[in-house]
């Protein structure tokens, strides 16, 4: 027999005495950690209110597969209000990263067509292929200057330069040129205030922003100036296109890019298309080059393993003569590191629906319109799931063996990443150039940990060097 939800295991009952122990374990920067705790605790699934966040929590693959069916037609995530909140207090629009409903499917059908469609590969790809070339270029010219022949830096800040180059050049058809020795203060400003944005948002995943506004509280403060900064800098970059396009008169026929498509193709709203154009851009910086960070660390750590990679990027080459799409067919291996790196080091700690309809999940009975939520953090690093989680081994997404609800980095179904393309090719670019180029090394001893500042990030600098092959 079915038991009923009231019976879920987990401490659910007074969300006020929850959040004070959640803040003196430091569950703020934790949450990932914690919830790994919770579900050693309690199992594969447990009931929490922390503030006034109120969760049901799943780990398994087949929970996950129940889940995503009882999404519905207009699939719903946790709504993070201090995004929404900022919206409505400067009278912007939500793009399709806050909207819900037809309105939400409605913009998102649109926005496939141009930005996650693989159509688009075609397009996007020569684009990302020279941002790749010019960060190998920047990367050799460090490694001159060094007078060393090597170069070792943490180099989170090189590619937040590198993700935002990629996206932008995608979105906009054109370069910004932060892979140039001085780059525009305004640019640097944006990647910031980014970094800021999300920082200042899990505070305020538990305490309403509203209250947090009313009294003023700095972190409220903060965190508009930081989307004041990220509006102002995407304002900029549309309206360079906008009249770039209304000034243009013959049709040339090269690609310009997602947001001069999206205003020719004349099936959104402007609003529409500034709201989420700059939600793409927002959204393309961080998450891409963490992940690119720990994929070096990564590959520092396991030697063997990356001349392993070197060897099949060589092989794509030859195969192809360096036609970079084609050779993005040929690298299994460079894509189950990518898998791998978000296994361990997963941008997301979780992925959440409101359920559309009620559901049976661990033998208790869920209600429709109750928030679910999949620890894909704790997932990726349960051994029930995956033998030896410990190891980074991208060949296990080679084999045969089932990854059924396994590979949920990009979250899934049509809610998952619009930027999943993007992301995907661009990383995978960005990979084959290095390992062409450089052999990655680490100081030995330095183990690194994931931080909790909205997405997850390495609790410490990077450290690497790199050296010419
Ligand atoms: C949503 C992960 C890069 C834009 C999401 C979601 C995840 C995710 C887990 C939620 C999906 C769901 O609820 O099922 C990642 C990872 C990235 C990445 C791991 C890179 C390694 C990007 C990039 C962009 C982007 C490069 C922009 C170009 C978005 C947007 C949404 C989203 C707009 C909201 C989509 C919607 O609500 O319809 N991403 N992302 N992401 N991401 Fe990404
Ligand atoms: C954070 O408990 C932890 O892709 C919360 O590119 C639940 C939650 C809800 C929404 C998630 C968020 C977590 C992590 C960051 C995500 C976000 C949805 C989209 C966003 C996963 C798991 C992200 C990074 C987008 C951000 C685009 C934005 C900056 C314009």
């Not at 990629?166 to 944006?190: K, N, T």
């Not at 049509?414 to 993007?422: A, D, F, N, V």
């Amino acid at each position: 027999i079915v038991r009923p939800f009231n019976e879920i295991p987990g401490l659910w009952k007074n969300g006020v005495v929850n959040l004070y122990n959640f803040w003196k374990m430091d569950g703020f920067r934790n949450l990932h950690r914690i919830m790994v705790q919770n579900f050693n605790t309690f199992g594969p699934i447990y009931r929490e209110k922390i503030g006034y966040y109120e969760s049901v929590n799943i780990i398994k693959p087949e929970d996950a597969a129940i889940l995503f069916k009882a999404e519905g037609h207009y699939p719903k995530r946790l709504k993070v209000e201090a995004w929404t909140s900022y919206r409505d207090y400067r009278n912007r629009k939500y793009g399709v990263l806050l909207k819900n409903g037809e309105d939400w499917r409605s913009n998102r059908v649109i926005l496939n067509k141009e930005v996650i469609s693989l159509r688009m590969l075609e397009n996007f790809v020569p684009l990302l292929d020279d941002v790749g070339q010019d960060f190998v270029a920047r990367v050799h010219r460090k490694i001159e200057r060094s007078g060393q022949n090597k170069w070792t830096a943490d180099l989170s800040q090189e590619l937040f330069k590198y993700a935002l180059e990629s996206v932008s050049s995608v979105l906009y058809g054109e370069r910004l040129g932060l892979m140039l020795d001085y780059i525009d203060p305004e640019a640097q400003h944006f990647i910031d205030c980014i970094t800021l944005m999300f920082k200042t948002t899990s505070p305020m995943l538990y305490i309403p922003p509203a209250l947090l506004r009313q009294i003023g509280a700095k972190v409220w403060r903060d965190h508009v100036s930081a989307w004041d900064g990220i509006f102002n800098q995407a304002d900029r970059c549309i309206q360079n296109i906008y009249r770039q396009l209304r000034q243009e008169t013959g049709t040339s026929k090269k690609y310009p890019g997602v947001l001069a498509s999206l205003l020719m193709l004349d099936k959104l709203s402007i609003e529409d298309i500034k709201a989420s154009i700059t939600e793409l851009m927002a959204g393309g910086v961080d998450t891409t080059s963490i992940t690119l960070l720990w994929t070096l660390y990564e590959l520092a750590r396991h030697p063997s393993l990356q001349e392993e990679l070197r060897a099949e990027v060589a092989a794509a080459r030859a195969a192809t003569q360096g036609d970079m799409q084609e050779m993005l067919k040929r690298i299994p291996l460079v894509k189950g590191a990518l898998k791998e790196t978000l296994r361990l080091h997963p941008v997301a700690v979780s992925l959440q629906r409101y359920t559309a309809e009620d559901i049976i999940i661990q033998n208790y009975h869920i209600p429709a319109g109750t928030l679910v939520q999949l620890g894909l953090y704790a997932m990726g690093r349960d051994p029930k799931v995956f033998f030896r989680p410990e190891q980074y081994q991208p060949a296990r997404w080679l084999r045969s063996e089932t990854h059924y609800f396994k590979s949920l980095g990009f979250g899934f179904g049509p809610r998952q990443c619009l930027g999943r393309r993007i992301a995907e090719t661009e990383m995978q670019i960005f990979l084959i150039h290095m390992l062409e180029n450089f052999r990655v090394e680490k100081q030995r001893h330095v183990e690194v940990q994931s931080t909790f500042e909205l997405i997850l990030l390495p609790n410490k600098p990077v450290i690497l060097t790199l050296k010419p092959l």
